[in-house]
């Protein structure tokens, strides 16, 4: 009887203290961009809590799924604590869920292109009038863009120059992004979208030019203000309003 209060003690004991854990990692994994964001620390300060928070959400996650789940389950149901477990089976899946999320982005980081500047013309760069992400390129940028999105092409639609930076100003609120400045004249909108977790802000310029015979041809170029990889969100970006503008 005593080993078995013994047990049922320590199973107790580990099962709150992964809890707490798990409490402490989301804390942490918040912080890391809460932190950057209001200048608390640096960037790559900010990038090592998140990924030290990810090594324990992951860890976590197995310790409680290999020695506890099942266990802690069967406990709380004997003794009538079933919401308790489900709350921490609840946890323990999000530890691992974000553990995932992190390693993802890793990957994602690997094989998207290391630039953080992205247009659909390489040959006619558009320009920004309004907005200014003073972040030069690499000498490189060109020979990694062309590798890395030999996809990414201007748009053709059949709309007037002026219709498309209007339905291009009306999807880029409905993302929540910035508008800088709209130019009906001259086929120019400007945006920024700012991360809701790092606040890192990225800017696009959107040209729409008339194509011949009717029509317009759109290009754009998004660029983060943040130097290094952008992990594919630029083109992902441009891709996204184009997906807008054909709808």
């Not at 900010?46 to 996650?61: C, D, E, M, P, T």
């Not at 003794?79 to 992190?102: H, K, M, P, Q």
């Not at 760069?125 to 590798?147: G, Y």
């Not at 930076?165 to 130019?183: N, P, Q």
Request: glycine letters at 6%; charged letters at 20%; proline letters at 3%.
């Amino acid at each position: 009887m005593m080993a078995l209060n013994n047990k049922s003690s320590w199973l107790s004991k580990s099962h709150s203290g992964l809890l707490v854990l798990a409490v402490l990692v989301f804390v942490a994994a918040a912080l890391s961009g809460t932190g950057y964001a209001n200048e608390w620390w640096d960037v790559r300060t900010a990038f090592q809590i998140l990924g030290v928070s990810a090594i324990a959400a992951g860890g976590i996650a197995v310790v409680a799924i290999v020695t506890l789940w099942i266990m802690a389950l069967k406990r709380a149901h004997s003794e009538g604590r079933l919401a308790r477990g489900f709350i921490s089976v609840i946890l323990f899946t999000a530890c691992l869920g974000f553990a995932y999320n992190v390693y993802d982005q890793f990957v994602t980081a690997q094989i998207a292109p290391p630039i953080h500047d992205v247009t659909t013309d390489l040959t006619d760069i558009p320009q920004f009038a309004v907005l200014n992400p003073q972040n030069p390129n690499n000498d490189d940028w060109e020979i990694q863009h062309k590798a890395g999105y030999t996809n990414l092409k201007p748009l053709e639609l059949d709309m007037s120059v002026e219709d498309v930076i209007v339905k291009a100003e009306k999807a880029s609120v409905d993302f929540g992004w910035h508008v800088a400045t709209m130019d009906l004249a001259n086929g120019r909108l400007e945006v920024t979208e700012t991360t809701k977790w790092f606040s890192f802000k990225d800017d696009l310029v959107l040209r729409v030019r008339p194509r011949e015979g009717g029509g317009s041809i759109i290009d754009a170029r998004s660029v983060s203000r943040f130097a290094g990889s952008d992990i594919g969100v630029n083109a992902a970006r441009i891709r996204k309003l184009f997906a807008a503008l054909q709808n």
